[in-house]
């Protein structure tokens, strides 16, 4: 009988310790696979960038400044205006896009100031801006100045509402824009070779 005792309690021992190993065993398989999970997801490049390479992500926002006055009076649709980037943009430590570099920003709408009161509107579209190694970066982003027309204009009837004159649409030297990266944008080089690259792109930049 005491035999048998014994045997039972190896048997059931045995039988606790193959169930916590299996246990165990689960756990680590189910541990792997979330790693794995991770590891792809982080290395899988996004549509568009080579496996590999540093990118700058959709919707990075850029902050901007125009550089002069720009009036509805003084300009036409399709002009375009001088704006820059204000503070550098880094990629892991890296200057990809420096303070003050030009960005493309155009004229999209333009109402200049009429007669009747009738005021200004200016639309500012920003374009684009290139990277310290001449890649093409596509911008989202629209400023619109609009100024309040005079409502009383039309109740001075047709000769008076000529002396009338709506205000133009300006925007001033130093106001301040906001842009966002429209897609992921490939910098064409390799995250290790970044700093390298764009290190020599500023030496040659700075070049006389």
Known sequence: MQRFSRLWQKTAALTLRSEAWGHLLCLAGLVACLMLLAHLAEASAPEGVEEGHAYIPAGTELSLRLERDVSSKDVSEGDCVPVVVLGDLRLNGVVVIRSKADVRAVVAKNRPAGVYGRSGLLVIEMKSVQTENGITVPLRGTEEKKVAHHDNALTQGVVGGL??????????????????????????????????????????????
């Open 163 to 208: 002396f009338i004159k709506g205000a133009q649409a300006v925007y001033k030297k130093g106001s301040f824009f906001t842009a966002v990266v429209d897609t992921d944008v490939d910098l064409g080089v390799s995250k290790e070779d970044l700093a390298q690259v764009m290190c020599e792109q500023e030496k040659v930049a700075a070049a006389p």
